[in-house]
């Protein structure tokens, strides 16, 4: 069992940063894919970013490339996502997800875990 607590979000202006913290307890996260996703109001929980299973590779929805990085820190068992240049249309609630065997790193199904989610707030 693998529990993800997110914690970082907030309300910050157009083009401002933020920095999201996922903290995985319960098992070592090291060999675990780890993914950010999003879910805005009326919509479906989408992909933004995620780490292969070796912590190696990583992925990017289009829309975020250039401006957020996913980075991990396997001594802290945590997982970031620094956002630079945030637009309004970033705005929804992020969630950490992990997952024990997957390669389609972009599917939500493929998670089975999840963090409980933390809000970010982008004004224009």
């Known amino acids: 069992q693998v529990q993800l607590v997110e914690s970082g979000g907030g309300l910050v202006q157009a083009g401002g940063s933020l920095r999201l913290s996922c903290a995985a307890s319960g098992r ?4 675990y894919a780890m993914g950010w996703f999003r879910q805005a109001p009326g919509k479906e929980r989408a992909f933004v970013a995620a780490f292969s299973r070796n912590g190696i590779t990583t992925y990017y929805t289009d829309s975020v490339k250039g401006r957020f990085t996913i980075s991990r820190d396997n001594a802290k068992n945590t997982v970031y996502l620094q956002m630079n240049s945030l637009k309004p249309e970033d705005t929804a609630v992020y ?12 599917y939500r199904s493929e998670y089975d875990y999840w963090g409980q989610g933390t809000q970010v707030t982008v004004s224009s």
């Open 28 to 31: 070592t996260f090291s060999n």
């Open 95 to 106: 969630y950490c997800a992990a997952s024990r065997y997957t390669n389609n790193y972009s």
